[in-house]
């Protein structure tokens, strides 16, 4: 089985940066992973993903170039590095892996899910 923990949230200024962690445990080779958020009331929206071996990286249009996902597989480590924050951006935001497939923005497809960590951007 896999548990994933993320870290690194917290409350920053609009055109801040923060660098989100997500940590596992248990066996992940050839996992996809991603990252999701959702906003109070909202829908859980798709925002990156990455391949196994770091290959292939798809965002979603609203976080391409502000934001970059990126994998140490040798820690068990995924990260999100978000710069440029803007309000839109505060929602709780998890990591998710994938076992199977290809990589995908379908949450649909991932089986294990993180409890999530909280960003807050003030304006």
């Known amino acids: 089985q896999v548990q994933l923990v993320e870290s690194g949230g917290g409350l920053v200024q609009a055109g801040g940066s923060l660098r989100l962690s997500c940590t596992a445990s248990?066996?992940?080779?050839?996992?996809?992973m991603g990252w999701f958020r959702q906003a109070p009331g909202k829908e859980r929206e798709f925002v990156a993903a990455?391949?196994?071996?770091?290959?292939?990286?798809y965002y979603a249009d609203s976080v391409k170039v502000r934001f970059t996902i990126s994998r140490d597989n040798a820690k068990n480590t995924l990260y999100l590095q978000m710069n440029s924050l803007k309000p839109e951006d505060t929602a709780v935001y998890s990591c998710?892996?994938?076992?199977?497939?290809?990589?995908?923005?379908?949450?649909?497809?991932?089986?294990?899910w993180g409890q999530g960590t909280q960003v807050t951007v003030s304006s």
């Open positions: 998710a892996a994938d076992p199977y497939g290809s990589i995908s923005y379908d949450p649909d497809e991932y089986d294990y």
């Open positions: 990455i391949s196994w071996n770091a290959g292939r990286t």
């Open positions: 248990g066996r992940t080779f050839g996992y996809h």
